[in-house]
């Protein structure tokens, strides 16, 4: 997690007051390369807020240039935290959430649900309002059976770039209906997941010998989990946002607003 000074207060203060209506909770956040603010608004959250912690990993980007191997460091710093913890308390579950405004409607009678859905899953996952949008972490045979941009680059060989991009990615960005039933899929995230403690106690994110071209860090722990038998799916009714700077891109009038607005400035 970087550069959130803006939002990590008014999330963590959002999350708590869905995740206190469960029961008892903690955070603990990794943080790395902030060039804003970020690590003040984080002790400023510590100080108000008892159950909220976190580390700073400092410079990564230096250590390591590769944006997908930063967020691999800084995910097992998590599980490492996680089972340390573990041997010390009772765990029933672990959420793993993205402070990048991508939770701005979660509700504690969707948590419930999902909690309920461990029973059968080992990792429950996020759906929006809006389009679906954390393809780079999603994995199915028949929506998105390999990395976009790896599709991306097929598509371009054929189709000019705005055409390539739409047939890639955007078209993938459907809206699932909240009332469908949970979707099992090969690898997703989607901002927020709710996982088995016992994911965390035996896998990371490190990568593995089954690696494929683009595979990312949650497409990296989710394929380990499968190798165990373990099961993951896309919880419908879990929505925790709708509209975002990821999915909004989707539409082609924004796109020409962002391009014209990137290109004026520029000049």
């Known amino acids: 997690m970087r550069n959130v ?80 913890r573990s041997l010390r308390k009772k765990y029933d579950f672990v959420v793993v959430a993205d402070f990048d405004k991508v939770n701005t409607d979660v509700k504690y009678k969707c948590l419930i649900k999902s909690i309920k859905l461990l029973n059968t899953y080992d990792a429950i996952c996020a759906n929006q309002k809006r389009r679906y949008y954390d ?7 028949y929506w998105c059976p390999e990395n976009i941009f790896v599709t991306f680059e097929w598509y371009r060989t054929i189709l000019p770039h705005t055409k390539a991009r739409q047939a890639a990615i955007f078209s993938r960005m459907i809206t699932i209906d909240s009332k469908l039933p949970p979707l099992e899929v090969d690898s997703a995230f989607g901002g927020l997941a709710i996982y088995k403690l016992e994911v965390f106690t035996r896998f990371d994110y490190t990568f593995d010998r089954y690696a ?26 879990l929505i925790n946002g709708g509209w975002n700077s990821h999915n909004l891109g989707s539409f082609k009038m924004l796109r020409i607003i962002r391009y014209w607005t990137k290109h004026l400035l520029r000049n």
């Open 212 to 237: 494929q071209p683009g595979d990312i860090d949650h497409v990296i722990l989710s394929r380990k989990i499968r190798s165990a038998g373990g099961k993951i799916v896309i919880d419908p009714q």
């Open 135 to 141: 393809l780079l972490a999603l994995r199915h045979k």
């Open 5 to 84: 000074a803006k939002t990590i207060f008014r999330e963590v203060k959002n999350l708590n007051r869905e995740f206190s209506k469960i029961g008892d909770f903690e955070y603990f956040l990794v943080e790395s390369d902030s060039t804003d603010s970020t690590l003040q608004e984080l002790v400023r959250t510590r100080s108000i807020h008892p159950e909220f912690d976190f580390i700073s990993m400092g410079d990564l980007s230096n250590k390591e240039p590769d944006r997908i191997s930063r967020l691999i460091v800084a995910r097992n710093r998590y599980v490492e935290e996680i089972r340390n």
